[in-house]
């Protein structure tokens, strides 16, 4: 999942890896293959079809392992995961989606990083340290607004240094939909955990081939004496250049399986996750991301599993795992700009991220739905027999946060299930296999399968409510 806030080969990956690391990816590469055999070995028919807990932790123990180095966004390890993907939609009997010719879309990215700091003057003095959080490439200069108040009153300016009772990435969030250049917060635990989060160094824009870099906002962090003391300075000169900027190219990888309709008419569902998480940090730390989001990963692969042995539903069902989330949900944009089936022919997209654990706020054995107040969706699939739940968290904007959001912007209905959002391994290296709720995430899963089914073979089409869609 975004927070408040190396390059791919072509598509023939070829592994080689000896001695131990052999014998490690073989492991998790055989735990899947047996997870996939014990299908055919099960009497189970699609109407009392029972999601098995080995087969859960089988991808997980592939896609979270330390063979996979975290999955970094529009990496080698990425695109290795996305080869599992279509390797398992392959075996589950998936088709190939119209108009391609494999299981795999890829996509070029164009990405900027910094080779030295960051640089902040005031009044034409350098501030030490300045930490930059969220970068933009071009350089920021304007009259300093202090602004004290809550998130939604931030004002319209250049440069805002913004302190108050909310977390500061709620204020970043409000300061973003105004179009303020650079934001600067004071240094605290929060951001600490925050920058670690992201992997230790700036997020800098990335943009598709093809498309305008983008505009966005600028988080710089400053140490708590220089923002105090800046804080007394309304009206200063401001000025962050960003020496060392440079611009690489790397490549991102969907996986894509269809499962045919038999009425070309009636619409397409479309089931997604992201496949990517933060890959390994500056320290050399790996993250492993097996929430955020193999388990949605894994979610997809099950449901997949499940639907493709019942009989064909009426509508077609799209099973897409989404590269390059992390960066800015590029894999989902690439997918939303150049789809296999036309958009408007997709009723409704259900994206699922970090379902690993049970949300205390939820009932039990509930997932929450992002945006749920904003169309049907949540009531059509509670009414049939989905454990879905509000968004208990509406401050942390998590309905714009996922892969769903891409496609909701161009009118799709389309929203994220999560079971618990803002567990406590979001985005650290704690984020293991250990750490997930096999029993839960099985469950969850389980929920799902038939209200997907009766989704796809009914003539319910979810609509948006009023004032629900989002502005593209």
Known sequence: MLPPLHTVDDCRITLVVTGEGFQSMSKHFLLAAVAAASLFSSGAQAQDWTVRPEWVRAHESFLASEALQGRGSATRDEAIAAAYVAAQFESFGLKFAPGMQGYLQKAEIFR?????????TVDGKAVADPKLLIGRTDTVTGKLQVYTGKPEGVPVGDVVLVSGAAPAMQYYRAASAKKVKLVLVRDSEEMQGTYKGVGGKPRMPAYLSGSEVPERTAVMILPAAAFDALAKKPGAEVSMTLPGLAREVSTTTNAIGYLPGSDPKAGVLLLSAHLDHLGVRPDGVTMPGANDDASGTTAVLELARALAAGKPTKRGILFVAYGSEEIGGYGSKYFGAHPPVPLTDIVANIEVEMIGAQDPKLPAGSMM??????STLGETLKAHGALVSPDPYPDQNFFQRSDNYSLAVKGVVAHTLSGWAVTPTYHTANDTLESLDIA?????????????????????????????????
């Open 112 to 120: 900027f990083r910094l080779d030295s700091p960051a640089v902040l």
């Open 440 to 472: 839960f995430m099985t469950r969850a899963i389980q929920s799902l399968v038939e209200p997907v089914r009766s989704l796809a073979d009914s003539d319910a089409k979810p609509e948006w409510k009023p004032g629900g869609k989002p502005a593209e």
């Open 369 to 374: 739905m992002t945006g749920f107040e904003r």
